[in-house]
């Protein structure tokens, strides 16, 4: 099997890298369609062998896909439709999503970073209700369910010298949540990816992973509560750029080693990174809160 | 002895309180000197019996204060007098100073409310060190001892969910520090002591200080290790400037209690409070900067 | 006609206290009705005589204020509720509604003080199209008129040098606005109108207004094009709570003046002052979005 | 003369690209020496005809680069080693240094894109003067001389709707400033340039140039008043990093033009950008607030 070059949190494009390299893949099957008058494509990875895992250098488990085109244009009816869509498939991943359970949510990445504040920015805008049940029950509410919401921003290691693996883990054993969801900002190999795309996935977040490069996991078998990660890449690694535009050149440069190693730890991005981050954030936001909505009719 | 009608985290002007009321106060120890050729007041209370806790309204332990009337003026070379006070204060607090610790520093106190925003600022000024130890070990530093040194900013229950205490508890089990600093906004009695009075105590943040009324406390007995807190008041609590203010005119009315339910949540600070909260980020920061540098020579 | 030893930037309450002294009023107009099935109060304020203007304190001109109890609710039918409201009345002010024009939306305050931050937040949430307009034409939209919105924020003169006045002057000389929309927090006289009440007048911004207490006028004299402000309260100048609690106790003291000394350059704010700013931006800023809006359907 | 199929706006990387293509270069005075015990390289470019400024695409006039490589350490002692160099070579460049001068700061780029935040930065930290001097005079200081500083963030055009050459051009023409000095962030040709070079010119700010790619010019010839621009390379742009990548391959593709196109508009930065721009923000501000002191001792 091809080993990784490129460097992706996609599980999209990893596969797409793989049926470019080897058009076989046992162990992992997708299913592809439309929703929302074809607005929005999706592709459902599911990985579900170990061989599967390896081929596709990804955890066996589920991986939806959401591509939507105009996702940064300002129509709001249009990320109305798309909010609604990321609630659905999320809800699909949730466990026994029906009845009341607590849920942490962990807005991943650096705040002072633009590319890499879409985390913080969305915990920001979320509905938290753990403190009001606590304080006030069901009273405090017009609903007869509610999900006990809580929400964290751990920071990055380099300002907190902790890595967020350990704030969560801690934050875990102390409250006790159900279910934890993260949200964090990926890189992707191409592009045109960037922005447009929208993967939630039941593995939780792996070392290397995120536009941090994340150093601990937080999955299942790391904190002891399922794990649902949602991701928008915006940013391309710098290297991978490179790499992917000279690779049908098909020639190898010592001068290209140097190139590369000047590339490193740099990524690639748009100009107009923020309102992008601005917009995605408040369209992931509504999303959660209408997942999370147990009310007959959502908000 | 009286009971505090008034609302101060400041054990000076609690202190100023009894005194006004009631003369005698056992069970509390009261030392003043100056220092910095006079420009920086120091007052050393200790509690010392539960008579005295009880008539001070704050537990058994050290309160130093520090009054600096110049602390918002832009003089660096001043401002760098100040830190060497604050520093020198906060290492005869530290258990063991001279030894390697893993020191946690807590920025209380909710980033988006100006004045109650100088937790977050001091953190985020902080040389850390606790990544960078245990990545590198001592060759990351010139020093031959290096304390390793976190920071953490939890974050207001209205926007996580969470108490404080609890996201500091989990942090505290998986990171064990051996003594946490936290820092925070305090609510004064008046006006006068706003912005240069600085508060150093080794008995830790109690329920319904600060700015944010605390709802947990965060002290050893809580947390299982040391906490010394270190405060500076940026607000009045508004019903507190009312109740000061009619005092003397010894008249009791109905249409005041009105008046006092509207002050209810409100607080009194000053216009400039942004610039003030920079500068006082920056003091403190570079006071515990200087205060966890073990090199000789000092920075 | 009584002097005013209180401070508002409210209208309304400035009437309130003219009456209270004086019942009547001549030179001033007032009217008074309910929208949106009795949730908003609407009062409608029009001085004009000088003596209705040296009786009130502001000059002659129009002030609308909308009085809506559950602003600060998270209510997301209520807000638009609010913003279809203050779009309407914004319009009945602006001269030539129907036709193309540009207009210049003016962020006053300070992004650093949250309680001074509702100008900037709104602009931030702005349409803005006069970029797009002068490089692609009415192509860039689906409209076809279309009003050329610039916006704004001038910052504080203590972060600039430079009066916000001398700032607009300048960019009108070079972009020749239209019409200039003021948005400006504003202080009140009590806590009870705090972040539910809404002003607007075509009088522009008066010196001495504002939680900045602005050193310049911006109105048509002083910039040659007609100038809307819209305010929201979010303080209570501290002297005024101080006089007016003790008002009715009817006694005079020197201690007072002591007291009243301190509270200068203070304000008496909410604790939850940013989600209040960040709630009243949204609204605010979808009511300016509305209301330039020249399409058949508005948004 | 080759023409620019590379993007850089230093004029250290033009003069390097003119001599690889061309080793002649007329009208092109270059000198070079180092500073600060060898720690501060100094290239002093000047362009004195027409045709060195065709070649070198850049105006006629002075370039002054600092390479200083250990710019993004945390050392202090360093850091004000190159404060003052830059501080000297900006006094070198202003007009009449010793005499008393208003000076209109500008920092350019826009806040909410870390990259290109650079400008807002340095301003945020400047001592502003100019509204103090007008309020109370010379007693406000304790220097006989004192430059009249204000400073101004105009914003992105993206945000504001206006160019920011409109802006400045009207608030040079209300508070009349002898000199402008403008702040940007630039973008570089070689990753291996950035955040450790500082450029300072007398040419101001030419269409096209910053990470914002700006669409006017500011220029004594457009503002009426000399301008000094003082910049900081943080990114490289994406389809410069490709094409230098491949240049050496010699090798010309069809493909290579889509992977081009896609690079539109994206720039390469270094991850930990956010600690890059708050170390030369206050790098810069110290350096701007040294040069301007007319005061013995220099502060």
Redesign the interface.
């Known amino acids: 099997m091809p080993h990784f070059p490129i460097r992706t949190d996609l599980a999209l494009e990893a596969r797409e890298f793989i049926e470019e390299a080897n058009g076989e893949m046992r162990g992992v099957i997708v299913d592809t369609y439309s929703e929302a008058s074809d607005t929005i494509q999706v592709t459902h990875v599911q990985i579900t062998t170990k061989n599967g895992a390896k081929a596709m250098g990804k955890p066996i488990g589920t991986y939806i896909t959401l591509e939507a085109d105009n996702l940064t244009e ?1 129509d ?1 009816g249009y990320h109305r439709e798309v909010s609604l869509s990321i609630a659905r498939h999320l809800q699909s991943l949730l466990p026994d999503s029906e009845k009341e359970q607590s849920i942490l949510v962990v807005g991943l990445g ?1 705040r ?4 890499d504040a879409l985390g913080p920015c969305v915990v ?1 805008n979320l ?6 049940l606590r304080q006030f029950g069901h009273a405090a509410y017009d609903c007869k369910k509610v999900h ?6 751990p ?1 990055v ?7 967020t693996a ?2 969560i ?7 006790n949540p159900d279910i934890i969801v993260v949200i964090d900002a990926l890189a992707a190999r ?3 990816r960037l922005t447009r795309t929208i993967q939630i996935t039941n593995t939780g977040i792996q070392p290397g992973s995120g ?3 994340h150093r601990d996991s937080l999955t299942e078998e790391s904190l002891g509560v399922p794990v649902i990660a949602i991701g928008i890449p915006t940013v391309v690694d ?1 290297a991978t ?2 790499k ?3 690779s ?2 098909r ?1 190898e ?1 010592d ?2 080693q140097n ?1 590369l190693y ?2 490193n ?11 992008t981050i601005k917009r995605l954030g408040y369209t992931l936001s509504e999303a959660l809160n209408i997942a999370f909505s147990l009310c007959n009719e959502s ?1």
């Open positions: 300002p709001d650096n002072d970073v633009t590319a920001d509905n938290i209700t753990r403190h009001m006990e919401i809580s929400g964290i921003v920071g290691m380099g300002k907190t010298g902790m890595e350990e704030i883990r801690g934050i875990v054993s102390t409250t191409s592009t045109r536009v941090g490069n710098a750029i490179v992917d535009a000279i049908h050149l020639q440069d001068e290209m190139i000047d590339m730890n740099m990524y690639v991005t748009a100009k107009d990174i923020d309102s908000d």
